[in-house]
């Protein structure tokens, strides 16, 4: 990121998947200053990623022409984005009037996944695709073979409870198939079929 502008980090203290668009607004919320890369201002805060951007933008009172989110450990496709902190973030950022970009990836496939940053970055700016809306949901396959503008598919993971111990239960899931698993315009299609999915989101 640092090569298309100065950068400023506000990440989550520890893991936040799954926590969708919550804030926190109970309590107080616990967020410091912390030594990152050179060049790079750096926050790390006690909370959701929906909150790291309300505090880069409006508790550090700054304007910025871009937010990006993730690159998250595990792809946030069809339906089930709707969960996603990393997708969360730039509808944060939407809501406070900025564009942005969530990134994800397969686990394991993260470093994999950052090298393909200016590729992805300059197909959105290129096309213009910021002048037709604010936010894109981007997934990176483990194995690129292409790039394509999609919608949303259908649900990604099955949906189920599994009783553990006395009251504890554990929500538990596997893939799914897509409904239509021949259209590579599906965001749940094309990263199996080793495409960089670019999703707008409104």
């Not at 090569?3 to 520890?14: F, M, N, R, Y």
């Not at 967020?31 to 309300?54: L, N, Y």
């Not at 871009?66 to 690159?71: D, E, N, Q």
């Not at 893939?175 to 094309?190: L, N, Q, S, Y």
Request: aromatic fraction near 10%.
């Amino acid at each position: 990121a640092k090569t298309i502008g100065d950068v400023t980090v506000v990440a989550p203290k520890v893991e936040q998947s799954g926590m969708s668009h919550a804030i926190q607004f109970v309590k107080p919320i616990e967020i410091k200053q912390v030594p990152f890369m050179d060049g790079v201002e750096a926050w790390q805060m006690d909370s959701t990623p929906a909150d790291c951007v309300r505090f880069g933008i409006v508790g550090l009172k700054r304007e910025y022409d871009l937010v990006l989110s993730g690159i998250n450990r595990g792809v946030n496709v069809g339906v089930d984005l709707v969960y996603s902190g990393t997708v969360a973030a730039i509808f944060e950022a939407a809501r406070l009037g900025t564009k942005g970009i969530a990134f994800s990836t397969f686990p394991h496939s993260q470093e994999y996944a950052a090298a393909y940053f200016d590729e992805v970055y300059h197909f959105i700016t290129d096309n213009g695709l910021f002048d037709k809306n604010s936010i894109y949901n981007v997934n990176i396959p483990d194995k690129v073979e292409g790039m394509h503008l999609t919608y949303q598919g259908s649900p990604y993971f099955s949906d189920d409870f599994e009783k553990c111990e006395g009251d504890m239960y554990l929500q538990v899931g596997h893939k799914i198939d897509d409904v239509c698993p021949e259209d590579i315009k599906r965001d749940t299609v094309a990263i199996h079929k080793n495409c960089i999915s670019v999703t707008p989101l409104h």
